[in-house]
Nanobody, 118 residues
Framework: QIRLVESGGGLVKSGGSLKLSCAASGDTFSIASRGWYRQPEGKLRELVAVVTSDGNTNYADSVEGRFTISTDNAKNMVYLEMSNLRPEDSGVFFC????????????WGQGTQVTVTS
């Protein structure tokens, strides 16, 4: 089992910056990918950024160049640095780990709210 706890969300004005953190604990081995997802109010959860175990990153087109995902594997941390935030970036941000067990298992945090005002 892997426990994920996000932090760093909040209220920010358009153009501002935030840094989200995700702390992982438990059976944090054989992690295939670490990612951030966003769920705007009333909408489906969507991928924001992901980093695979070999260091490849993938970003949603809407955040490319503004958001950066990074990890500190020694501390079991994942970060999402967000800059030049826009109101449409608002939503609940979730951390997700994909772990290789007997098959791939996914683990989610409880989410942290980000609200960007215009």
């Amino acid at each position: 089992q892997i426990r994920l706890v996000e932090s760093g969300g909040g209220l920010v004005k358009s153009g501002g910056s935030l840094k989200l953190s995700c702390a992982a604990s438990g059976d944090t081995f054989s992690i295939a990918s670490r990612g951030w997802y966003r769920q705007p109010e009333g909408k489906l959860r969507e991928l924001v950024a992901v980093v695979t175990s070999d260091g490849n990153t993938n970003y949603a087109d809407s955040v490319e160049g503004r958001f950066t995902i990074s990890t500190d594997n020694a501390k079991n941390m994942v970060y999402l640095e967000m800059s030049n935030l826009r109101p449409e970036d608002s939503g609940v941000f979730f951390c997700r780990f994909e772990a290789l067990r007997v098959g791939l298992y996914e683990y989610w945090g409880q989410g942290t709210q980000v609200t960007v005002t215009s």
